[in-house]
């Protein structure tokens, strides 16, 4: 409607001044938005890209005639050569790496549960059930992760809850073991294959790679479970309160019990909520700092070492500013990179491959 | 009763009996199912609330007892220790002034600075608009953490380190904040700003009394956000602070976290401060929590 108008009005016999008004206070209005990227997101961006080139070494300004352009010299110190640099980056790709893997399909899937649950038409107290979900959500991850630290000290309330079932919780935060080492030394595994730990990756063997995340970092996926599963269900929430109840109903009247109308009728229709919260699940999980840098500085044993926190390291600490601008930009690729494979992998498919693709995902489920 | 009302009705007619017993025992089994999801519901809620009754009540414990019984609810011992150690030794007070103050800032000029942009890009056409919304969205799809490196550069480049303005200014304008106002404004119908023209009213007074009191939803919406957006802000802090006089709460208490007190773990005082920077984000949660709960709907799209 409001382009109908403009054409109209374009076409009508308006005097060019209020036009030319109209175009000048466009510009007016939106200046303060431009100037304000421009300055502290386009220039510093194009700044960083020029300091990752560079040998800058924190030392006056990036931009003086002493610094030197040194071509890919501070992404191939990360990706090859078989430095500390090469090994640290590779140790954070992998615990970030798990992280990922564990974190968005736990937080996607239990969303999901939580607003298919409260949003049942006939719960009584639905608003104070999606207010207790969603309030670590509002929180800052500062005051969540001193909880946390707290929840998961040796004497701490997870380990107390574990001690009723007779279990002896591990020491979470200053364990550095990684949880799969530990299941499969339970089932008798102490040594690794000799297959494992002749090659490697980013200066790291296999066996290093599949260790699993450390206790530390299982904490930490814990916690971004806590604090994300609560945006995500209202997200799902708003999207099955959309969905057309008579297709349901129809379903419902044809003998399809519930299980059956949630995956062939209910999850198809989610596709697209499900895309936004898987997107933004990868995307906010590859940038974990916050945490790392309040409660554990990447440690016990660099298993809580991730990109984001090393690049910080790397930089305002070891003063290796070209290094630490590497691993942003490095770590910004790998972001677009996630982003596009699970685009592709979600695409819109033809209607007879989808029905396939329910069919396999329910049969596996039952 | 109602069985032996029923019965001959079935003999005669067999369809109708199968649909009612049928809904009866669907409802009975709902019965059974109400319970178990109230129960279901119930638990996970005390999952996630619990940790939060946790925080609160140990930090009015001592540190023994902090550490003997982390579980209970009610200290043995009701000790104000943390907190007057937080607001009378410790330089907390000054960590909240400083986050009320850029948060001050940032929300009153979020608000002010995006709804003006959103409008331009709704509603007033000029050359660039398509040139000025591309560069929006752009730059929403720069990950935070990458900008850490780059934010540090640009203010020691134009000398705003470590200064209120350095703190501030980055975080003035929000780009999901002007996607949401542009969304809005498209979708109000255009006819009453028309009139206001038509009268002779210029483009920053149709703005700023017709088209902004109407947006007011859509602008609490952005207060919500970028309240809770600076005051839960890290990272830009980091980058843009070092003196102890411009620390603010999300730093100082990131370094009550790791380690600056003295000695053992100390947890009341942690879990005390933790508390205290949490109220401003709650009650501002509570007071527009059914906005909130209602709003995803409208930022998805946006």
Known sequence: MATQVATSRRGGSRSSGIRSGERLAGWLFSLPVIIILGVFLFIPVVMAIWVSFSDWSGRGSPLSSGVNFIGLGNYSDVTGGGGLAEKNFGIAIRNNAWYVILVVPIQTVLSLFLAVLVNRAILRGRSLFRMAFYFPSVTSSVAITVLWLFLFSTTGVINKVLSWFGVNGPNWFNDPRGIVHVALGAMGVDAAPTALTSHGLLGIDWWEWLSGPSFAMSAFVLMAVFTTSGTFMLLFLAALQNINPELGEAASVDGANGWQRFWRITLPQLRPTLFTVLTLGLIGTWQVFDQIYTGTQGGPGKTTLTPAYLSYESAFINQQWGRGSAIAFILFLIIIVFTLFQRWVLRERKVSKRRSYNHQAKGKKS | ?302
């Open chain 2, 1 to 302: 009763m109602s069985v032996t009302e029923t019965r001959p009705e079935a003999a005669r007619q067999h369809e109708p009996l199968n649909r009612f017993t049928r809904l009866r025992r669907q409802a009975k089994r709902l019965g059974i199912g109400q319970w178990a999801l109230y129960a279901l519901l119930i638990g996970m809620s005390l999952i996630y609330i619990y940790p939060f009754l946790v925080e609160v009540a140990t930090s009015f414990k001592t540190d023994t007892e902090a550490a003997s019984d982390p579980i209970g609810l009610v200290p043995n011992i009701f000790s104000w220790a943390a907190y007057s150690r937080l607001f009378a030794h410790s330089d907390f007070p000054r960590w909240f002034m400083n986050s009320a103050i850029v948060t001050v800032f940032v929300t009153a000029g979020r608000v002010f600075f995006v709804s003006l942009a959103g409008y331009a890009l709704a509603r007033l056409h000029f050359r660039g608009r398509g040139f000025v919304f591309a560069m929006v969205v752009g730059v929403m799809a720069v990950p935070g953490v990458v900008l850490l490196i780059p934010k540090f550069l640009v203010l020691k480049e134009l000398h705003l380190y470590d200064s209120y303005p350095g703190m501030i200014l980055p975080l003035l304008v929000d780009a999901a904040g002007v996607f949401i106002m542009k969304n809005f404004f498209e979708s109000i119908p255009v006819s009453v700003e028309e009139q206001a023209r038509m009268d002779g009213a210029g483009t920053f007074r149709v703005f700023w009394s017709i088209v902004l009191p109407m947006a007011r939803p859509a602008l609490i919406t952005i207060v919500i956000l970028s309240f809770q957006g600076s005051w839960n802000e890290l990272s830009h802090f980091i980058v843009s602070t070092q003196s102890p006089e411009l620390t603010t709460l999300t730093k100082g208490v990131a370094s009550l976290a790791s380690g600056q007190l003295s000695q053992g773990t100390q947890y009341p005082i942690k879990l005390a401060a933790a508390a205290l920077m949490t109220i401003p984000v709650a009650v501002m949660f509570f007071i527009f929590q059914k906005r909130i709960m209602n709003n995803t709907q409208g930022a998805e799209k946006g």
